[in-house]
């Protein structure tokens, strides 16, 4: 890799993100906003909006939150136009920089262009590299701004003649919306491993993450963009086109089903919520509890498959503890002592709940370890008798490259422990996950995974990576590349 860019690489991660675009609307901007509210999980730390008025583009971009930046009319104001797409960014620590906040725009031959993207690119540090031997000088460290460089090096005049082209050089697992002077743009990846929806307002289409965000404006489902599908958004409404050359199956992310995604979200026409119950009844048919006194889900992506194993066993499901909504997930703080200290701040046990019982707890994901910690040793100070926890997802082994924010190998508890010594670290009674087979039937695969075939990306638990790993580092969440694969 060429030496000068090592500086940028540290930063340039791209991580879980949500996009939103409305085209053919009065009020784009303020719609755009709403969405970018609702799909504020997928991104805390930075936000932004790209508005076109049929002469100009406008632009904000910020750091912080969606309300805390795109709830002031002056705002909304300075992004007149009828059609606007949006970002929220969760970035990694290296990459919280106003340069790297998305929507990306830059003025091409054709005219201006927007660019929002959720995901992970995996072969832009090669790219980049030959980009910037051919003269390309990037403003940011994002992998979206390979693709604006791609399209720029070309002479066609046509936007998606340029985009095809940039697509076909790409790799990863990405969604996109774009904005040019006619049309907005919608796709994903050749394997959809990440979701859009395409959606209807007052005769405006809507591009979005999940359908949270059409809710919250009351737009309707049209359908899921599919995997490797273009819809190309303008006056004459919405086209459909296959800019990859490749055929592959599909492969969509399915711990946005485990975690990701919000429970009121419909993805690929399955309600979240519904599946992640359904993961927690497959949990209790394969890892149940003997002597259990009451299910705890730990809040809030615990509750969901908490109910199913409560449902399925026949156990009470209690609230036993209690989440204090004003702290921001744990998960994002950079430093391990802040993390054990935010945790402490955003759990507490419903001791009337816990005292003098057998707690099974039941949460999503055990990445680190730092929560569950931290849980087990808060239930017995409350005084139950034992602590039992159960995994809606199967461990953690491998990180992942498509576009969710994981660290790396060395950190995830699972990639070098078994279960029994995770069992001993968080000091549980008992520890049992989800089998993968159990989550592909919970996805009403009723065979489980079939490993030729495996329909779901599912790396993070098996380590089968749907799309080649060209870079080939493993990175910690930070963005620094620890090792090569
Ligand atoms: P840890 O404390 O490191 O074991 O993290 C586990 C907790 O983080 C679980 O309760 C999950 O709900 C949550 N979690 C899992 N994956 C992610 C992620 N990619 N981003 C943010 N939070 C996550």
Do not use: W
Not at 352 to 366: P, R, Y
Not at 429 to 446: C, F, H, K, T, W
């Amino acid at each position: 890799m060429n030496n000068n860019m090592d500086d940028m690489d540290t930063d340039k991660f791209h991580d879980e993100c949500g996009v939103f675009g409305v085209y053919n609307h009065d009020s784009a901007a303020a719609l755009v906003a709403l969405g970018l509210h609702a799909l504020q999980h997928r991104g805390q730390d930075a936000c932004g909006i790209v508005t076109y008025d049929g002469i100009r583009f406008h632009s904000k971009r910020a750091l912080g939150l969606v309300d805390q930046t795109f709830s002031k009319k002056d705002i909304i104001g300075n992004l007149p136009g009828r059609a606007g797409i949006g970002h929220n960014r969760y970035a990694t620590s290296g990459g919280a920089e106003l340069r790297n906040v998305q929507p990306l725009y830059a003025d091409l031959a054709f005219g201006g262009f927007a660019l929002a993207h959720n995901g992970n690119l995996t072969n832009v540090n090669k790219l980049r590299t030959e980009l910037v031997e051919d003269g390309a000088i990037f403003q940011s460290s994002s992998d979206t701004e390979t693709v604006i460089h791609l399209m720029a090096t070309q002479k066609g005049q046509r936007v998606v003649d340029r985009l095809t082209y940039a697509l076909q050089h790409i790799k990863g697992g990405y969604s996109l919306i774009a904005l040019a002077e006619d049309k907005m743009i919608g796709l994903r990846d050749p394997h959809g491993i990440r979701p859009l929806l395409l959606g209807k307002f007052e005769g405006a289409y809507i591009l979005a993450s999940e359908t949270c965000a059409f809710d919250i404006i009351g737009a309707t489902l049209v359908r899921d963009i599919e995997p490797g599908e273009m819809v190309i958004i303008s006056e004459e409404g919405v086209q459909s086109m296959r800019p990859f050359a490749e055929k592959v199956g599909s492969r969509f992310c399915v711990f946005e089903y485990v975690y990701f995604a919000r429970p009121d979200s419909i993805l690929e026409g399955h309600s979240v919520y519904e599946k992640r119950k359904q993961i927690g009844v497959e949990l209790a048919k394969e890892a149940p509890c003997e002597d259990a006194d009451v299910i705890v889900p730990v809040p809030d992506g615990g509750v969901p498959s908490a109910i199913g194993y409560a449902q399925q066993s026949g156990v009470p499901f209690e609230l036993g503890i209690i989440r204090n909504h004003y702290v921001g997930r744990t998960f994002i703080e950079p430093e391990q002592k802040i993390r054990n200290l935010g945790v402490r701040l955003k759990h507490n046990a419903n001791r009337e709940m816990i005292e003098g019982k057998n707690v099974v707890l039941v949460d999503d994901s055990i990445v680190r370890g730092t929560t569950s910690r931290k849980i087990v040793e808060m239930m017995r100070s409350a005084g139950a008798k034992s602590v039992h926890m159960r995994v809606s997802s199967p461990p953690t082994k491998y990180p992942c490259f498509y576009g969710v924010n994981t660290p790396s190998e060395d950190e995830l508890l699972a990639h070098n422990s078994s279960v029994e010594e995770i069992g001993k670290l968080i000091g549980v009674d008992s520890l049992a996950y989800v089998s993968l087979d159990g989550l592909y039937r919970a996805m009403n695969i009723e065979s489980g995974r079939d490993a030729q075939n495996p329909v779901y990306c599912d790396a993070c638990f098996s380590g089968d990576y749907a799309v080649e790993l060209v870079d080939r580092e493993i990175r910690n969440c930070a963005g620094n590349i620890l090792k090569a694969v």
